[in-house]
T-cell receptor
Framework: RKEVEQDPGPFNVPEGATVAFNCTYS??????FFWYRQDCRKEPKLLMS???SGNEDGRFTAQLNRASQYISLLIRDSKLSDSATYLC???????????FGRGTSLIVHP | DADVTQTPRNRITKTGKRIMLECSQT?????MYWYRQDPGLGLQLIYY???????NKGEISDGYSVSRQAQAKFSLSLESAIPNQTALYFC???????????FGQGTRLTVV
């Protein structure tokens, strides 16, 4: 079982839709969590950190459920420009190495 | 200028050749990483380093070696390139345990 698992999608949604992604992680000692965005074959860039209390940034909301070992990303009012791959990242274990999920592809269409 | 710079950005090389990918950073971070990305597989860790004297293998280190020449520089070498090492390679840095990672723009490597 991979340490960090995501549904690869693609999620194909119309503009204005609300879409949610989940990510599960296997290491219960994991300490920090992030969502990154990656545009086609470019470098990943931090979208938002995920805190135990949740985190909201405009149309984006991230939540952490430690008991069930998953994090989520909710995107409201989807824009065409949201089309990208969303990577779940978990830092944990003894060395806090960033460990990536495979990514979830989002396609927002007119 | 980018905080994390990778060179070259694109490279085509022949099977059996030795190739070095370079990474330099201006963020003053101690932690540096090399990842490989293949379509549909996400980012896989090749090597990581927490300071100049610290080098550690990641999940897919076979066929690769690294050198941490200074805090700011971390190079990845393919001693004898093979076609299945064709991939997109990313260097990244982070400031400390649990902090976000910052990425270079990537090196697209093709081994023919």
């Amino acid at each position: 079982r991979k340490e960090v698992e995501q549904d690869p999608g693609p999620f194909n949604v119309p503009e204005g839709a609300t879409v949610a992604f989940n990510c599960t992680y296997s290491n219960s000692a994991s300490q920090s969590f992030f969502w990154y965005r990656q545009d086609c074959r470019k470098e990943p860039k931090l979208l938002m950190s995920v805190y135990s209390s949740g985190n909201e940034d405009g149309r984006f909301t991230a939540q952490l459920n430690r008991a069930s070992q998953y994090i989520s990303l909710l995107i409201r009012d989807s824009k065409l420009s949201d089309s990208a791959t969303y990577l779940c990242v978990v830092n944990g274990g003894g060395s806090y190495i960033p460990t990536f999920g495979r990514g979830t592809s989002l396609i927002v269409h007119p | 200028d980018a905080d994390v710079t990778q060179t070259p950005r694109n490279r085509i090389t022949k099977t059996g050749k030795r190739i070095m990918l370079e990474c330099s950073q201006t963020k003053g971070h101690d932690r540096m990483y090399w990842y490989r990305q293949d379509p549909g597989l996400g980012l896989q860790l090749i090597y990581y380093s927490f300071d100049v004297k610290d080098i550690n293998k990641g999940e897919i280190s076979d066929g690769y070696s690294v050198s941490r020449q200074a805090q700011a520089k971390f190079s990845l070498s393919l001693e004898s390139a093979i076609p299945n090492q064709t991939a997109l390679y990313f260097c990244a840095t982070s400031g400390g345990p649990g902090e976000e990672a910052f990425f270079g723009q990537g090196t697209r490597l093709t081994v023919v």
